[in-house]
């Protein structure tokens, strides 16, 4: 990929970059790190932020939130609201993909609308889509 890449974050990765997960942290990390080295942009949906948060709600931890939000605008990473031009999108994935979740969908569609040229995923159901390159946390090497 060239400088000037966008690269969208699915949720997963935050999850284990975040709470130092011991199979995959190294991975995103190396690979968060890279990319910022070379100068690539971020994104994310708001999606993103309503499911990183469930648990730290759940556990009543601002903490981990705060944590969170403050990764988010360290490494400038942009928030992408919904809009009806990636609600629809998203639909025509789903139409096409039947056994992608709606979820799913909106967040693949969210990452082609911005024009990401990659997908950082550990959802392996995602490789099948065709409109972006989606990049399994697995098959990164730490």
């Known amino acids: 990929m060239k400088n000037g890449s966008k690269i969208f974050i ?6 284990y970059l975040l709470e130092d997960n011991p199979l995959y942290s190294q991975q995103v990390r190396k690979y968060i790190s890279d990319c910022f080295m070379a100068e690539y942009d ?7 932020v ?4 469930v ?3 759940r556990l009543n931890c ?4 705060e944590y969170f939000e403050q990764f988010i605008l360290d490494v400038n990473i942009q928030l992408i609201e919904l809009t009806k031009e990636i609600t629809q999108l998203s639909s025509q994935i ?5 056994a992608i979740k709606m979820i799913d969908a909106l967040q693949i569609a969210t990452a082609i609308t911005e024009n990401c040229s990659a997908f950082l ?3 392996k159901q995602l490789q099948q889509i065709q409109e972006i390159n989606c990049i399994l946390i697995k098959n990164l090497k730490g």
């Open 10 to 15: 699915d949720t997963a990765p935050f999850i």
């Open 121 to 123: 995923t550990n959802d």
């Open 42 to 48: 971020f994104c994310t949906s708001l999606l993103t």
């Open 94 to 98: 789903r139409a096409k993909y039947s």
């Open 50 to 53: 309503a499911e990183y948060c």
């Open 62 to 65: 601002q903490e981990k939130i």
């Open 55 to 57: 648990v730290p709600y």
